[in-house]
């Protein structure tokens, strides 16, 4: 079982910058796939940034390439969200999630195939 905490979501202006963190209790965080999703208001949540567990392979929403960077310190049991240029559409709860299948290359992007969730930091972007 992996507990995971995120933390950093917070009111921005448009083009302002923001960083998620998520901290994982347990000393498996390092073999896991990892990513972010986002839910907003009356939609379903969806797939933002992945990140494989040896951090080598890294897979993003269209709606974000160019604009956020997955990454992860598996010494600190963290994985980040950098993001920039932030846009009122970003406005959402975001989530991390693990998945606890060990040492897979592919990385998954629906959210059944994630099986640990924290609770969600929120993120408004303001116009």
């Known amino acids: 079982q992996v507990q995971l905490v995120e933390s950093g979501g917070g009111l921005v202006q448009a083009g302002g910058s923001l960083r998620l963190s998520c901290a994982a209790s347990g000393p498996t965080f390092r073999r896991y796939n990892m990513g972010w999703f986002r839910q907003s208001p009356g939609k379903e949540r969806e797939f933002v940034a992945g990140?494989?567990?040896?951090?080598?392979?890294?897979n993003y929403a269209d709606s974000v390439k160019g604009r956020f960077t997955i990454s992860r310190d598996n010494a600190k049991n963290t994985v980040y969200l950098q993001m920039n240029s932030l846009k009122p559409e970003d406005t959402a709860v975001y989530y991390c999630a693990a998945d606890k299948r060990q040492f897979v290359e592919r990385l998954s992007l629906r959210v059944h195939e994630y099986d640990y969730w924290g609770q969600g930091t929120q993120v408004t972007v303001s116009s």
């Open positions: 990140i494989t567990w040896s951090g080598g392979s890294r």
